[in-house]
DNA sequence: CCGACGCATATCTCAATAGTTATAAATTAA
DNA sequence: TTAATTTATAACTATTGAGATATGCGTCGG
């Protein structure tokens, strides 16, 4: 069973649904026919994105008459930024176990 | 040409090579030996992983010998930092014209 | 010098998936 | 009701890539 890092990268590792997504952060809320004009895709390929995008928690849909609106859900990001902090956080806390070992050794 | 981006995600989707670059991140430098030990595929996976890893720039390798010892180059995450801020920051964005809109209306 | 060791490369296979077209389903307009 | 519009689903194809095994290449120990 995958955890959330591994949704988060594999859903934002295709260009055209990651393109998708960052529309959705810029301009907000999209119909799909708005979001297809200018994805390089036909129109059930963005549907299916779309649909990887809502399972991964990255959108949500709202029904509005025929035409379905989608908008970017930045919570869903939240993993993503842990996960980069903490590989950070490993590297700065052995440079300091290294630094602590230079100093006893100085003495 | 895929930019930073792209390659970040491809490369950091893949569970077995993100499973790599973290124990690099937590343990520091490792021979492809130790890593391939409990990385739960065959050695040549395990090189190519860390090849593929190395092409992205989130690792580095040093011969010693008849071994290769890998380790994590933080910095490489960078452009991934940035572009999650950059999505907060556009949906921050949004949130504030949002709210002078509604203050203007207020009025 | 020769065999074992450590890693990289070559080649192949298989599964996953992004894309297509065709079509269904639901809503609106005429 | 009929036709047009909007989105989702179905079915298929083609490509990508992760994995395996086999092997090549350099290095160390005996």
Redesign the pocket.
Known sequence: MPDAHDVLF?TL?????RALFERLCREGEK????L?VQA?????????????LKQAGLVR?R???????YSALLGALTPLIEWTSQMAGFWQSRFDRLEDLLNRMDQ
Chains 1, 2 share one sequence.
Not at 40 to 52: C, F, M, N
Not at 63 to 69: A, D, I, N, S, V
């Open positions: 594999r590792a295709d260009p055209t649904r119909t799909v026919g708005a297809t390089g895709v036909s129109q059930p390929a963005v549907s299916k994105h779309l649909g990887v849909d029904h509005e008459g025929r035409q379905t609106h």
